[in-house]
């Protein structure tokens, strides 16, 4: 059975900084491209952060590039997404994804909130 469990999220003052974890199981995580998600309220959901090889290449959205950083340990099946400077349009629902570098398959986490207010 495949999951994507995510932590980490809570509230956070703007200048804060928060680090999310998304545990995989279920599937050979190695063999998958990981990524980062967001949904604001009324928006769609959008990319923040991704490895987008098997070589580790990675990539961001332009509204984050410089404060957030995604990183995998695939020892423990685990992504995360060191978020730093935040600010108050960073509030959202962050959702871990897994793509098979070789395959069609895509699966999603349940999401973990963000709030980024004063």
């Known amino acids: 059975q495949v999951q994507l469990v995510e932590s980490g999220g809570g509230l956070v003052q703007p200048g804060g900084s928060l680090r999310l974890s998304c545990a995989a199981s279920?599937?050979?995580?190695?063999?998958?491209?990981m990524s980062w998600y967001r949904q604001a309220p009324g928006k769609e959901r959008e990319l923040v952060a991704a490895?987008?090889?098997?070589?580790?290449?990675?990539m961001y959205a332009d509204s984050v590039k410089g404060r957030f950083s995604i990183s995998r340990d695939n020892g423990k099946n685990t992504v995360y997404l060191q978020m730093n400077s935040l600010k108050p349009e960073d509030t959202a629902v962050y959702y871990c994804?897994?793509?098979?570098?070789?395959?069609?398959?895509?699966?999603w986490g349940q999401g973990t909130q963000v709030t980024v207010s004063s």
């Open positions: 279920g599937f050979t995580f190695s063999r998958y491209a």
């Open positions: 994804a897994a793509r098979s570098y070789y395959s069609g398959a895509h699966y």
């Open positions: 490895f987008i090889s098997t070589g580790g290449s990675t």
